[in-house]
């Protein structure tokens, strides 16, 4: 199946600072991307989707302020969680869609970041 | 809004028997796709199996296989001859044919493989 890579995998910053998460589809170009936020023992809570070129479509409740998105190119988004407090501190995953009509979506290896 | 709903949030198996995890869920479409998906310890999300609303067939994946009924907006998952390797929190998902194809999620069911 298709590789959608995640970095970093986890991260630990202070609080104030901004922090970038990069989804790379490595095989495959992805005109869609979703970040998710996932909490201890919770479910994956879509925050955004992600399109090429375009700006991002938040969900109802996530500030786009707090946390940027970029899909600059058909391979790779980006998360931008800026002044970051630790209420931040979750997981975040994303996922991507490719080109064939399978209705799956593959997802990176997912980033926990963790604000102190 | 669809809405996915799973009933247990933990359910446990003896090795080698056989486990079915239950998900219903709400829409309005009559075109649409079900997910179950699959996220061990490692956190990495893994698609189990997948099935077309529009295809009456049951979805099977070696020893995982749905019950997929459309009229009651059931769609479980059964695994047979369970294993270790199975132990994992399970999310069924939702996903629409139209417009954005973002996925909705379940709260999850953490299974337990028991030896």
């Known amino acids: 199946g298709a590789v959608v890579s995640q970095l970093p995998s986890w991260v630990i910053c202070k609080s104030g600072t901004s922090v970038k998460i990069e989804c790379r589809s490595l095989d495959f170009q992805a005109t869609t991307m979703f970040w998710y936020r996932q909490f201890p023992k919770q479910s994956l809570m879509l925050m955004a989707t992600?399109?090429?070129?375009?700006?991002?479509?938040?969900e109802q409740g996530v500030e786009k302020d707090k946390f940027l998105i970029n899909h600059a190119s058909l391979t790779l988004s980006t998360l931008t969680v800026t002044s970051a407090h630790p209420e931040d501190s979750s997981f975040y995953i994303c996922?991507?869609?490719?080109?064939?009509?399978?209705?799956?979506?593959?997802f990176g290896e997912g980033s926990r970041l963790t604000v102190l | 809004a669809q809405t996915v709903t799973q009933s247990q949030p933990e359910m446990s198996v003896q090795e080698a028997e056989t486990v079915t995890l239950s998900c219903t869920y709400d829409?309005?479409?009559?075109?649409?796709?079900l997910f179950w998906y699959k996220q061990p310890p490692s956190r990495q999300m893994i698609l189990v199996i997948r099935q077309e609303a529009y295809k009456q067939q049951n979805a099977t994946e070696n020893r995982f296989s749905v019950n997929f009924q459309k009229a009651a907006k059931s769609f479980s998952l059964k695994i047979s001859d369970s294993q270790l390797g199975d132990a994992a929190m399970y999310f069924c998902?939702?996903?629409?044919?139209?417009?954005?194809?973002?996925?909705?999620f379940g709260t999850g069911t953490r299974l337990t493989i028991i030896p």
């Open positions: 992600s399109n090429e070129g375009s700006k991002a479509t938040y």
């Open positions: 998902a939702y996903r629409t044919n139209f417009g954005n194809e973002k996925l909705t």
């Open positions: 996922s991507a869609k490719s080109g064939a009509n399978t209705g799956e979506l593959f």
């Open positions: 829409t309005s479409e009559s075109d649409y796709y």
